[in-house]
């Protein structure tokens, strides 16, 4: 345990050339909402080549209160600061969100020493944007969707690889078939903090807060 401890702590947390982040003193730091400056992180780790940007862990809660997280691919940020992801409606996080609908997101870039945390309440949108999504994605996906059964009990890998077999060969023969059970969930932001790590140690937090979807966005540094 304490050569373990002392591996951890020996480990540099972040690159040591970082990105300069000043809200308080650089009007560019600072937009008037917070999709906009993600959308500004997010370009600089593209072009960085961090992997997976568009990864983030989304956090759920079930009615009585059990914590889960898993990560995850988001598929937008809308201009109203909405953070999409999709989910079959069985899914453990699926299920979590429609019986209690708030839910927090957290991307990480290390390359940058940034972290974006999202919170805010879960809405399932229309069942034709979902098709829409559903669609959209590779073949291979849609038919893993098909399968469902998402974190029950698998009997062997062979079982599996049957299901999803029987899943592409239907797929392959109907290319419109979409899967009804298959949903695109919001997670309409309330509150938005940008954390930027700075060199030597410390870091910055900015963070944008709203009464509500549609409401004026107020904005400011929180102590690290």
Do not use: C
Not at 102 to 117: D, E, K, L, N, S
Not at 166 to 176: H, I, Y
Not at 183 to 200: N, P
């Amino acid at each position: 345990m304490t050569e373990l401890r002392e591996r951890l702590r020996a480990l540099p947390s972040f690159p040591p050339d970082l990105p300069r982040f000043d809200p308080e003193h650089d009007p560019a730091d600072a937009p008037a909402d917070p999709r906009t400056l993600f959308v500004a992180w997010l370009e600089e780790a593209l072009a960085a080549g961090a992997p997976t940007p568009q990864a983030a862990v989304l956090a759920t809660a079930t009615a009585d209160g059990v914590v889960g997280a898993r990560t995850l691919i988001v598929k937008d940020v809308t201009d109203d600061a909405a953070w999409l992801f999709a989910t079959h409606r069985t899914s453990p996080k699926a299920r979590a969100a429609e019986a209690n609908p708030h839910a927090a997101m957290t991307f990480f870039w290390p390359t940058h020493g940034r972290q974006v945390r999202v919170s805010g309440r879960v809405r399932r949108l229309p069942d034709d944007v979902a098709a829409a999504d559903f669609s959209a994605r590779p073949e291979a996906s849609r038919a893993a969707t098909l399968v469902g059964r998402q974190s029950e009990p698998l009997g062997s890998r062979a079982e599996l690889g049957a299901a999803f077999d029987a899943s592409l060969a239907r797929v392959q023969a109907d290319p419109d078939l979409v899967d009804a059970a298959w949903a695109l969930y919001a997670v309409d932001a309330v509150r938005v903090e940008f954390w930027q790590a700075v060199a030597g140690g410390g870091a910055v937090r900015w963070a944008y807060e709203r009464d509500g979807v549609g409401r004026p966005w107020r904005a400011g540094l929180l102590w690290p």
